[in-house]
């Protein structure tokens, strides 16, 4: 056991010379994973902290190497140390507005381009993600939005994320910030 709580997320991580190595997500901790062994499949598990909380293993996003995700009351962050990210602008308006029924449907993703991580939740009654709370790493500032996006996908082969509306959007399939059209697939 190397947690008394529900491992909810995985991510693998850089391990140096003892690669693989990974990070894992409980319902309270966060764990660093690493192997030790030479010879045969050992890993050592070293507790980060046993004080963090997570909303949704749908919401971690990797940013150069550094992980953001949201807990249950902040928004938090991991470049070797867990540390909250500070948001005075919007932190009440997120928690006193999300649907909890429906904290598993928050997903998170970055864009790049903007230097923006993009955080996606059913606000108010909606039981599907209608809003979006977003984090400019570069201006350090928070906005939001409301749009209408149940799932979507980060890659370095396109040039912007793709996103996939929900029963509320008119179109099914976006490419971000490309106009106002869908792609059909």
């Known amino acids: 056991r190397v947690t008394g709580s529900k491992i909810v997320a995985g991510s693998p991580t850089r391990g140096g010379n003892s690669s693989p190595a990974g990070l894992l997500?409980?319902?309270?901790?966060?764990?660093?994973?690493?192997?030790?062994?030479?010879n045969s499949v050992q890993f050592s598990f070293d507790t980060v902290t046993d004080e963090s909380s997570i909303l949704s293993s749908s919401s971690i996003v990797e940013y150069n190497g550094i992980y953001y995700w949201c807990g249950i009351n902040s928004f938090l962050v991991y470049n070797g140390t867990v540390q909250e990210l500070p948001n005075d602008l919007s932190t009440n308006f997120f928690f006193d507005n999300i649907n909890y029924t429906q904290k598993q449907k928050v997903w998170g993703t970055k864009v790049t381009r903007f230097n923006e991580i993009w955080w996606f939740f059913a606000k108010g009654d909606s039981t599907e993600c209608n809003h979006a709370?977003?984090?400019?790493?570069?201006?350090?500032?928070?906005?939001?939005?409301?749009?209408?996006?149940?799932?979507?996908?980060?890659?370095?082969v396109f040039p912007r994320p793709i996103w996939a509306g929900n029963q509320n959007a008119p179109y099914g399939v976006f490419v971000h910030e490309t106009g106002y059209n869908a792609v059909d697939i």
């Open 25 to 38: 997500w409980s319902l309270d901790s966060l764990i660093r994973v690493t192997q030790v062994g030479t």
């Open 133 to 156: 709370l977003i984090y400019n790493l570069k201006e350090e500032a928070w906005y939001d939005t409301e749009v209408f996006r149940s799932a979507g996908f980060y890659t370095q």
